[in-house]
C-alpha cells in the first residue's frame, strides 16, 4: 500500500467491528476526525473527500474569498437550521441587501469603517432602523460563520461601531 503524505490522514484496521475500516485525518486547527467503513475502499474515497476539501479551501484562503461567494455558503448553512420560513425569507433579503453593496469585497477586506458605511449609504437611501441595523447583524453572523469555517483568522470587524440613531443624525444635518 502506498504510503500517504504527512497530514492527509490513515486508515486502519479494527477488528471485531461490524465496520472495521477506520480512517482519521486531523485538520488544520489540531482536531482529529474519524469515521468506520465497511470496506477499505470505502475508507480510501472518505480521505480523498476530505483531502480534495481541504485543499479547495486552502486555495480559496490563499487567493481569498468574496462577501457575495461565502453568502452561498452562509445561505446554504442556515438553510439547515430550524428557521421559520418567513424568518429565512428576511434572512435572504438582508443578505441580498448587504451582497448588492459588499458583494465584491474579499472578507480579509471588511472592516468596520466600510460596515459603518454601508450603515450610512441605506440610511440616506431611506431604509429604516430596523433595516440598517438588521444588515449589521448580517454582515456580523457572516463574518462569524467564516472564521468558524476558518476561511478567516478572526473576525475583523468591531461591531461596536456607530448606532444607527448617529447615522440618522448626521443625515438630517448634510
Known amino acids: 500500500m502506498d504510503r500517504r503524505k504527512k ?5 486502519t484496521y479494527v477488528s471485531g467491528r461490524k465496520s472495521p475500516w477506520r480512517a482519521s485525518v486531523t485538520d488544520n486547527a489540531g482536531k482529529q476526525k474519524s ?3 465497511k470496506t477499505e475502499k470505502e475508507a480510501k474515497a472518505f480521505l480523498r473527500e476530505v483531502n480534495a476539501d481541504a485543499n479547495k479551501l ?8 468574496s462577501l ?4 452561498e455558503i452562509f445561505r446554504q448553512e442556515k438553510a439547515k437550521e430550524n428557521m421559520k420560513p418567513t424568518a429565512y425569507k428576511t434572512l435572504e433579503l438582508n443578505v441580498g441587501r448587504v451582497c448588492d453593496k459588499l458583494g465584491h469585497v474579499m472578507l480579509r477586506d471588511i472592516d468596520s469603517d466600510l460596515v459603518q458605511q454601508l450603515v450610512f449609504d441605506l440610511g440616506k437611501e431611506g431604509y ?5 441595523e438588521k444588515s449589521k447583524i448580517v454582515i456580523g453572523s457572516m463574518l462569524k460563520m467564516a472564521a468558524a469555517k476558518h476561511y478567516l483568522d478572526t473576525v475583523p470587524v468591531e461591531l461596536r461601531m456607530l448606532t444607527v440613531l448617529q447615522v440618522q443624525i448626521k443625515l438630517h444635518r448634510s
Do not use: D, N, P, Y
Not at 486552502?58 to 474569498?65: A, F, I, M, N, S
Not at 429604516?128 to 440598517?132: A, E, G, P
Open 7 to 11: 497530514g492527509s490522514g490513515q486508515i
Open 35 to 37: 469515521r468506520f467503513f
Open 58 to 65: 486552502k486555495t480559496l484562503l490563499e487567493t481569498g474569498v
Open 68 to 71: 457575495r461567494a461565502f453568502s
Open 128 to 132: 429604516s432602523k430596523s433595516v440598517m
